[in-house]
């Protein structure tokens, strides 16, 4: 094997750690933009994306119909563990799914 074929070899594998390293759970959290729809989903945005306020509203639905699915419960058996799980799924499924509406931009008057 030349010296070339091996240094190429060796920029290929570097190459490939550092893709890799992206994969770590750490890494992922540093270098991703993940972070940015976990904050969106439950912050909210001034204007946020088309695609993003469907999926503000598909999650909130989701909690909206766990809390339905709770409340069936409550009602049958009277459990006060699901009647806090099921006001905490309404809760926030109200909470996300509001996040999906455009909100007034918070101006003030520099002076």
């Not at 190459?15 to 270098?31: I, P």
């Amino acid at each position: 094997m030349s010296k070339i074929e091996h240094e190429g070899q060796a920029e290929l594998v570097e190459d490939f750690k550092r893709r890799q390293r992206n994969t770590l759970l750490g890494d992922s959290m540093r270098n991703g933009n993940n972070f940015r729809m976990d904050t969106f989903l439950w912050k909210g945005s001034e204007n946020p994306l088309l695609v993003q306020r469907v999926a503000a509203w598909i999650f909130g639905c989701f909690f909206l119909m766990v809390g339905v699915f709770l409340a069936t419960i409550v009602y049958d058996d009277r459990s006060i563990p699901a009647a806090m799980f099921c006001l905490a799924a309404f809760l926030i499924g109200i909470k996300i799914f509001s996040n999906g509406f455009k909100r007034k931009k918070n101006t003030v008057d520099k002076v």
